[in-house]
């Protein structure tokens, strides 16, 4: 029997869109579905949730929660990743109020920047138990990571970890829907390419039947930057640098240096900013999950509709070797001429029965290469603090990052990111 692994099966909402997914593919009947979680709760509220929809569905897949990581993991075919390491009580309100202390203020905070630097750095070692496991037990399988920090967590598995991973995140998916459905735009028949790093590729082209549309995109956006709307930075940048990016607007605030400033309040308020806003989004899914948990896992008749995420499709592809093309975030093999090799970048992929094949995209527009090298720096140094444990580059990935190091002095960086080690205490490693 081949068999799917879940790691972090207790995010339910997430394991039944993937997993639910995978019961609803005829390709993948049969298969075990391995889940694996430290809460064992949320573990076993995953499964009794997965065991329904198998009913209501007829699929033939089994499901079974295991105590054991390597047990779980051994014989797989594939290894989904969907960790949170700290949770939102300690780690994720740490990541924000220490930084708010020195008057650097976030937005979402899992990606690069204080809050993307940290998280990391208690995220890799983690990971790199799974990939010591995944060797062990199952030196072949193919590892799906949706975590964030993407970039580098996907990075350190490829690189440190020695496991085939590729990197998957909704923001390439939602890109042209989005776009389109704000701007009011016929999506029927548009082309696209969209390639660069995760959270922040570029919508490089985008035509219909020949047809450049970026000119009535940009009339469009630069009417409606006149009155307050969802999506606002985004628009400038595209205004700005030509190319509209995948993530979203309350993310790409926080990439930049040009958006949240001390000196420069009124652009939190023109660009429509909502500061904190991760935090509160935790605060309203731990109120909501208790009805959650009774209609996803109490329900005897709770029922699936196969979802837009790409696992399923990936795993049915490779199994019957029809090609799916999906956004992957993978290892820089020179696809992208102008970033640096030892970067992982998001590119179009197509996936069959050899598995996941990238694409090359050439140079991307200067300015935008560019704007990719200033969350690589970070990305990289970020990498080589985990793997040294030498504090100092931890020191280094801050200064590089271009939100904080337009916010803050050297010294205070320093300051800051002693007091998050402390604060982390046992979340993280030690550090030289």
């Given at each position: 029997?081949?068999k799917?692994?879940f790691?972090?099966?207790g995010?339910?909402?997430?394991a ?9 593919t005829p390709a993948l ?5 391995a889940l694996f979680?430290?809460?064992q709760?949320?573990?076993q509220d ?7 929809i198998?009913?209501t ?6 499901v ?8 779980a993991?051994?014989?797989a075919?594939?290894v989904?990743?969907?960790?949170q390491v ?9 990541d ?5 202390k020195y008057?650097l ?9 204080i809050?993307?630097i940290?998280?990391n750095?208690r ?5 790199l138990d799974f990939?010591?496991?995944i060797?062990e037990?199952?030196?072949?399988a193919?590892?799906l990571?949706y ?5 580098v967590?996907?990075?350190v ?6 496991v085939?991973?590729?990197?998957l995140?909704h ?9 389109f459905?704000?701007l009011?735009?016929?999506q029927?028949?548009v ?10 590729a ?5 035509t219909r039947?020949?047809?450049?549309l970026?000119?009535?995109i940009?009339?469009l956006?630069?009417?409606k930057?006149k ?10 940048m ?8 995948t993530?979203?607007s309350?993310h790409?605030a926080?990439?930049?240096p040009y ?12 660009f429509?900013i909502p500061?904190?806003?991760?935090p509160?989004r935790?605060?309203e899914q ?8 009774e ?7 709770l029922?699936?509709e ?5 696992a399923s499709y990936?795993?049915e592809a490779i199994?019957?070797?029809v090609?799916?093309?999906i ?8 696809l992208?001429t102008?970033l640096p090799?030892?970067a992982?970048?998001?590119?179009p992929?197509l ?6 094949t ?7 527009p200067p300015?935008l ?8 720096n ?9 793997i040294?444990k ?6 280094h990935a801050?200064m590089l ?8 002095s ?6 800051m ?6 604060a ?9």
């Open positions: 029997m081949s799917i692994t790691l972090g099966a995010s339910t909402v997430f039944k869109n993937v997993l639910g997914d995978c019961m609803l009947q049969g298969y075990e579905l979680d430290i809460n709760e949320r573990l995953s499964e009794n949730m997965l065991r329904n198998k009913e569905s007829g699929s033939t897949c089994t079974r929660a295991y105590s054991d990581r390597k047990e993991l051994r014989g075919k594939f989904v990743n969907a960790i700290g949770g939102y009580d300690p780690c994720t309100i740490t924000f109020e220490i930084p708010k008057g203020r976030q937005t979402i905070a899992d990606t690069v920047g809050g993307g940290f998280r750095l995220t890799i070692p983690v990971m990939a010591a496991d060797r037990v199952c030196p072949d193919l590892f990571n975590t964030n920090p993407m970039a967590l996907t990075n598995m490829n690189t440190y970890g020695g085939e991973t590729v990197g995140c923001s390439v998916q939602a890109c042209i829907p989005g776009l459905d704000s009011g735009i016929d029927t028949g082309k696209s390419k969209i390639a660069g790093i995760n959270h922040m570029w919508l490089l082209e985008v039947d020949g047809e450049d970026y000119p009535e940009k009339r956006a630069a009417e930057q009155e307050k709307h969802w999506d606002m930075v985004r628009y400038e595209m205004l700005k640098f030509g190319h509209y990016i993530e979203s309350e790409n926080e990439y930049h958006f949240i400033k001390r000196n420069y309040p009124e652009l939190v308020d023109r429509n500061l904190d806003e991760y509160r935790c605060v731990i109120e909501r999950w208790a009805q959650m948990r209609e996803l896992v109490n329900d005897q008749n029922t699936h196969r979802s837009h995420e790409y990936i795993f199994e019957t070797n090609p799916f093309k956004g992957g975030n993978v290892m820089n093999t020179g992208i102008n090799r030892e992982v970048v998001e590119v992929c996936v069959d029965r050899s598995g996941v990238p694409t090359y995209v050439g140079d991307l300015q290469a560019a704007l990719n090298r200033t969350n690589i970070t990305q990289l140094l970020t990498i080589e603090a985990a040294t030498k504090r100092e580059h931890i020191y801050a990052d271009p939100h904080t190091a337009a916010e803050i050297m010294d205070d960086i320093v300051a990111c002693d007091e998050l080690i402390e982390h205490g046992d979340w993280l490693p030690a550090y030289k």
